[in-house]
């Protein structure tokens, strides 16, 4: 038999033997790690001039956890403490790490509890790098998707929208943030930049309705602001603002609903009209 085959077999059969007996002796077993939280300064002690590079290390850390949940059974849940607290002291070696700061607000976000976790993250990275429209838009997002929290989730797409080179692809969703969160200037300022780009005629139609309907909200709402400036409370019902003399009339929605005073949310808000019972 040829030498060159013979060592193979050899060379194989060795191999599988090993394999084997480390399978048996040291069984492959997965056990959660043990994850800590360095101390900054202690960390920034240890690292010297590589401050680049130790939240290079710590972030890989955090990336690998969080993506090995794909492949781990369930009881291997994701721990949303050390991550985030690890990803603030990555930000903190690296003032400057945008894609740690994107990462945090996007990638780590794994439940609801998680987006107030990565509020913190966010807000230090828009600070350090407010030419970035990237972080205030994912900041924006959670407090629409996850916190509900529409007002505040407007506020950020606005100024998400209106930094330079900003695309339009998420104007749509400011205009409904900022619709459900009472923002109604934010909503016209995004509506009035979607109908720059629309050129189907029908559609335009509708979103001047849609415009007209926003244009009334905000009339209303600084009615009611100055109702409540005036007579120190809210209006009760919008026919006080007539009554009072701030506006002439309520004016018709054109899309056919109603303006009502919501006096939980304190603002303007449309609803259907109640058709009456046959």
């Known amino acids: 038999m040829n030498k060159t085959i013979l060592l193979a077999i050899i060379f194989y059969l060795a191999a599988v033997s090993i394999n084997f007996a ?42 690998i956890h969080s993506g090995s949940l794909m492949w781990k059974p369930m009881e291997f849940g994701f721990d949303s403490k050390w991550s985030f607290k690890t990803m603030d002291l990555v ?18 976000i794994h439940s609801f509890d998680d987006a107030e ?3 913190p993250i966010l807000e230090k990275g828009i ?9 205030l838009f994912w900041l924006g997002y959670d407090h629409y998707a996850y916190l509900e ?65 926003i244009e009334n909200l905000i009339l209303l709402q600084q009615a009611s602001g100055n109702f409540r400036i005036t007579h120190n409370r809210s209006p009760n019902r919008l026919d006080e603002l007539v009554t ?18 919501d006096p939980e949310k304190l603002r303007v808000v449309t609803r259907k009209i109640k058709q009456p019972r046959p």
């Open 22 to 63: 480390g399978s048996r002796i040291y069984p492959a077993v997965l056990r959660d790690s043990v994850r800590i939280v360095p101390d900054s300064g202690l960390m920034d002690l240890l690292c010297l001039d590589h401050r680049g590079f130790a939240a290079d290390c710590l972030f890989a850390g955090v990336i």
């Open 91 to 108: 930000t903190d070696l690296d003032p400057k790490y945008f894609t740690a700061y994107l990462f945090s607000g996007m990638g780590l």
């Open 117 to 119: 976790l990565a509020k």
């Open 127 to 135: 600070k350090n790098l407010p030419e970035r429209w990237e972080l």
């Open 149 to 213: 929290d529409y007002e505040t989730a407007a506020k950020f797409l606005l100024e998400a929208a209106q930094k330079p080179g900003a695309p339009g692809r998420f104007l749509a969703l400011l205009l409904t943030a900022a619709q459900r969160g009472g923002e109604y200037q934010a909503a016209q300022w995004a509506l009035l930049n979607i109908m720059k780009t629309t050129k189907d005629e029908t559609t335009r139609k509708i979103y001047r309705k849609k415009l007209d309907q």
């Open 244 to 261: 009072a003399g701030f506006i002439k009339n309520i004016p018709q929605d054109p899309i056919g609903m109603t303006y009502e005073w």
